[in-house]
């Protein structure tokens, strides 16, 4: 785990956006829901695990790292988190993270989550991806607006990942321009082997072009693609809505993160995947 590299290093195309890119379709998003609140949970476990977590906070806990096998001995890196589902086997991380142009989908790449990943441990176990999904508009277009990847793990020694580790809220059409805390494993900051976080007021991106999602102030880089971004969240209880994740920076734009705005498009995402057995 600790030779991986993150989809950053292994595909610089997909972090070194330019205000000058303009070779994409501008897309239109018409639909506009009324917001939506889907409420995560605490794991199943005893009390005195439960004081930990409640000390340490459960974004400590839902958020992991991402690793793949890309062959010849490289090997990837992203960030994900456990994200509430009726079938308690969700994660969401950056379609980047899941999908690749040539290729396809990496579910044959040994494509693996470790919740609270820590110097090369995994307190919670490895677990493997059963199914990923994304967006066409991503995966035909490269529409950021869509840079959401969807994946459903298998069980491990019987148990479903939300059962162990808990679950964050997800929340779709929120009010934009909050507070957003970001969270992921980047290779810039302790060599992407403990987790990092951002926080600051979002803004709407300037990257334009059809492009609705926002930006945040962040050091973070390579690595902690696909982490979420957490809005109303409380630092004491670790415990928020995911309305993003880390998906790329601006090359002549730098320390501020992109990221795209969950609407009903990557509702519908979720409504595909959340009863999926």
């Known amino acids: 785990m600790k030779a991986a590299k993150s989809a950053w290093e292994l595909y610089p195309h997909l ?3 330019s205000l000058t890119d303009r070779n994409r379709p501008v897309i239109i998003r018409k639909r506009k829901s009324p917001p939506r609140r889907i409420h995560g949970g605490a794991p199943k476990r005893s009390r005195p695990f439960m004081e930990k977590l409640n000390k340490r906070g459960l974004m400590a806990y839902t958020t992991g790292k991402v690793f793949w096998s890309e062959g010849n001995g490289w090997y990837g890196e992203c960030s994900g988190s456990v994200t509430k589902s009726d079938n308690a086997d ?11 142009d040539t290729t396809g989908f990496r579910t044959d790449k040994n494509w693996v989550f470790v919740p609270q990943y820590t110097n090369g441990n995994a307190p919670f176990g490895i677990w493997p991806a059963r199914y990923q999904t994304i967006l066409a508009s991503y995966s035909e277009n490269k529409d950021y607006n869509d840079d959401v990847g969807m994946v459903l793990l298998s069980t491990v020694n019987g148990q479903h990942i939300q059962d162990v580790v808990g679950s964050q809220n997800v929340a779709f059409n929120l009010p934009r321009d909050t507070i957003i805390y970001s969270f992921g494993y980047p290779k810039n900051l302790a060599n992407g082997e403990t987790l990092q976080y951002c926080s600051g007021q979002a803004l709407d991106s300037v990257w334009g072009n059809g492009y609705i999602g926002q930006t945040i102030p962040c050091l973070m880089g390579g690595g902690c693609s696909g982490g979420p971004w957490l809005q109303d969240y409380n ?9 993003s994740v880390n998906s790329f920076q601006i090359s002549n734009i ?6 795209p705005y969950f609407d009903d498009d990557i509702s519908d995402l979720y409504d595909g995947v959340t009863n999926k057995t």
């Open 15 to 17: 972090s070194n956006k």
């Open 90 to 100: 969700l994660i969401i991380t950056a379609a980047h993270c899941v999908y690749d």
């Open 235 to 243: 630092p004491d209880t670790g415990i928020g809505y995911q309305v």
């Open 254 to 259: 730098p320390n501020y993160m992109n990221g």
